[in-house]
């Protein structure tokens, strides 16, 4: 049975979002400050964060960062007051694996929680194959023939989704929706900048660009 730590300080919304997740069927626990949530994130008995950014002692960002740091892999999902791009921009490069703005629907919270526990279960095992490119799932770190490199949140969904789809055509909308979890303006450039990114890592050559199109990983 799947865990969930809510780093809430709000304690109607804490309740909420407890109750919510209870009734369908997930361990839940509730901490009301950044220190906790981080200590506890850290010791990684628990298999999902659902974090608020105003936290007393450590806000959100700086709990989420100090996770990232410690190479903790735990999915985090943002669940905060703040609605300004600057804010989600913040968030997702700090880490977070999705980000949600209140008020919020339940139903699409518990959605979204389903989607981050299902990405940790890989039926295939812990390690991904194209080639001599291997991705481990429990590590998110990427081996290109000898290069070992490690990857951030979004590179390591990015290379997920390329390895299990090779030589398929992905455009940027298939991967803004199944990579970054909800929608961006469609005249943002995130994915061209983090495809970027993973080619610094495997190599240029192994991520083609399919002109007005999108990319595709080849095999």
């Known amino acids: 049975m799947n865990r969930i730590l809510i780093a809430e300080d709000e304690a109607r919304i804490a309740s ?23 200590e506890l994130a850290r010791g990684r008995d628990f298999d999902l964060l659902i974090l608020d ?12 960062r100090k996770l990232r740091d410690a190479r903790v892999t735990l999915p985090v999902i943002i669940l905060t007051a703040r609605d300004a791009v600057s804010d989600v921009v913040a968030g997702l ?10 008020p919020f629907a339940f139903d699409e919270l518990l959605a979204r929680v389903r989607l981050r526990l299902r990405r940790e279960e890989p039926p295939e095992g812990f390690l991904l194959r194209v080639g001599d490119l291997v991705l481990d799932l429990r590590t998110r770190r990427i081996r290109a023939g000898d290069h070992v490199a490690e990857l951030s949140a979004r590179e390591f969904a990015l290379a997920e989704i390329l390895m299990r789809n090779p030589d398929r055509v992905l455009s940027r909308e298939q991967l803004l929706s199944r990579v970054w979890g909800f929608d961006y303006d469609p005249g943002s450039n995130i994915v061209d900048v983090y495809v970027r990114y993973l080619r610094r890592k495997i190599g240029a050559a192994r991520v083609q660009t399919v002109r007005g199109v999108g990319y595709r990983l080849r095999a």
């Open 16 to 38: 909420f979002v407890e109750r919510g997740l209870s009734r369908s069927g997930y361990v839940t626990h509730v901490v009301v400050d950044g220190v906790s949530a981080y």
């Open 53 to 64: 950014l105003g936290l007393p002692g450590h806000d959100g960002l700086t709990v989420l």
């Open 93 to 102: 490069e700090s880490g977070a694996d999705d980000y949600m703005s209140k």
